[in-house]
């Protein structure tokens, strides 16, 4: 298996930050990460209410502290009713706590416009890659003597092709049309489920909307178009919908894919789905917190009662996670006293996730050699970059792929540590870095304006 985002790039650069702090003289003087989308690293401030919450529920005799408001003190008190013993150091329920399920059922019923959602259909876990994890492991089985394939778009988040090759199951690519905005291309889809099935049955469409590393967002008849697809292949679709609150481009609009599935009515709604979700993204950016959660829609129920069966052996999910998901599902409301600061601190965090999303395609957009499409949604830019054959050929001598020897050189002359393309899949002849948008502003121009010193100076050297 392999898994780029945390790979030998982010290695050499965990290095550099050694030989740095150990006083080794280098061109830079800070390595900054922007290969993998963590937050908080890159500067984001925690959300105050949710920090109150949790240093309750793990500290009580913050209980008597006036400081904290009431409305953070009854959330804590209704987490640790929940929890055995009053202490979020006891097990919970191996799909999570109850009245957290609650919750998030609830949440989604009113994201879905009241579509209703049943909260033991909710399994809570260590963000969302433990539940996408927990339900691929349940199609690991050959049948009549070939592999399960699943179905994941190109690019893709790598988790999806490690855990593949983890289970030994099979991998069906389908490429996203960089020319109409990474969009999602059915013939395309149709063409790569048919050549499959020589060697493999596929079982499973993944879907990551917005989408990652991409940043596209689905319009509403895309969702419908992929929805008929997985339909008529009896496929159970997988829909990655951790970034729905980062929705940047004005005129796009999240969709999640039960809400379109259930207002298609029959046959459709009858569909088997599984929604991810996590606290890692959005506004909160809480990524070592590890709070996530599956909604499963329509599971048969021995399916079902295996699925609970084979989390039991995890015996819970973090409860720290699951606290944390609770304050995202059910936040302060108008009129209660927290209500002011954490809508202004949400809405500050998605407004300069907005700026800085047209600040990064509309800068490498500038770049000679380089097209970016529009970051609409999530936390990256997958740019594609146009390399001169002499750096091609000087790559191949050097035995890396061209984007690959691409990033290396960026970080050990710049310190900007990026994700070369090649990891995540890209059409074949093309080559593509991915950066998040989420070092803060100021850190972020002063970022892309030493790239774009760095890339004209590969040009000329390599002219």
Known sequence: ??????????????????????????????????????????????????????????????????????????????????????????????????????????????????????????????????????????????????????????????????????????????HLDEERRWGLDIPGLERSVNEAKASCVPRILVVINPGNPTGQVLSRENIESIIKFAYKENLVIFADEVYQYNVHEEGSVFHSFKKVMMEMGAPYNRMELCSFMSCSKGYMGECGIRGGYVEVVNMCSDVKAMLLKSISALVCPSTIGQACMDVLVNPPKPGEPSYEQFIREKNAVLASLKERAALVADTFNSFEGFSCNPVQGAMYAFPRIHLPEKAIQAARKAGQEPDVFYVYQLLEQTGICVVPGSGFGQKAGTFHIRSTILPQPEKLKEMLGVLRSYHEKFLLQYQ
């Open 1 to 174: 298996m392999d898994y780029v985002v945390r790979g030998e790039v982010l290695m050499r650069a965990a290095a550099l930050e050694k030989e740095l702090a150990q006083g080794i003289v280098k061109p830079f003087k800070e390595v900054i990460r922007a290969s993998i989308g963590d937050c908080h690293a890159m500067g984001q401030q925690p959300i105050t209410f949710l920090r109150q919450v949790l240093g309750l529920i793990t500290y009580q005799p913050l209980f008597n502290d006036p400081t904290i408001p009431e409305d953070a003190k009854e959330r804590a008190r209704t987490i640790l009713a929940d929890c055995v013993g009053n202490s979020v150091g006891s097990y919970t329920d191996s799909s999570g706590i109850e009245i957290i399920r609650r919750h998030i059922a609830q949440y989604i019923q009113k994201r879905d416009g009241g579509i209703p959602s049943d909260p033991s259909n909710i399994i809570m876990s260590a963000g969302a890659t433990g539940a996408i994890k927990s339900l691929m492991s349940l199609f690991r089985c050959t049948i009549d003597g070939k592999l399960p394939g699943v179905m994941i778009p190109i690019p893709q988040y790598p988790m999806y092709s490690a855990t593949i090759a983890e289970l030994e199951m099979a991998q069906i690519c389908y």
